[in-house]
């Protein structure tokens, strides 16, 4: 199957076609080669498409992440914005949101324990901080489904745990970006493991590696 991660030739991006991989998906899919794909010229991806790809090269380099979601939702007229974040990073979504509603966009914030609904009410069985004592779950589909209600024009997910931002993504109306991924570990740098793999961080990682080989 395909290898992309540990190709050398990157052909698709730098042109070298003659010198394709075995593996290479273009090789094994020749009728994808220099032809966009039907779902590009659907009216509901088509301009959202140009103007996110328009951003990156307008801002290359310069713009801050949350710079580009402003600047998208400007260009796509967008000005409803919902903010789906985690608990332990209400300061950080705070000023998030006063970025975004200066920028003139009406955000709609919602904190992932929303519902009160205890993790043992759900079947969770390994709590934070032990058995007996109630902690309340992470609630991603009901921040998904408040949003819906509020017909956000774009999500923004902040810092979701891993999973739960998987099902917030499945549940939302709205397209959703992500403009912090939860790392606990690594003040939400999670590159940062990739980074250190070779050294400081490879105790941490491979806690499978034995069964794998
Ligand atoms: S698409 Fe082909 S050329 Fe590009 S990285 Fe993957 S294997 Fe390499």
Redesign the pocket.
Known sequence: M????H???????DG?LD???Q?????LHPEILDTPLPEYALPENHEFYVACSEIEAEGYGQWPRIREIVELCHTMGYRKLGLAFCSGLQAEARIAADIFRKNGLEVISVMCKVGHTAKSDVGIQKQVRGPGVRETMCNPILQAKLLNEAHTDLNVAFGLCVGHDSLFYRYSDALVTTLVAKDRALAHNPIGALHCAGGYMKPRLFPYAEEST
Not at 2 to 5: D, L, M, R
Not at 23 to 27: D, E, K, L, V, W
């Open positions: 395909y290898t992309c991660a190709c050398t030739v990157r052909a698709c991006r070298q010198q394709l991989p593996n290479c998906p273009m090789r």
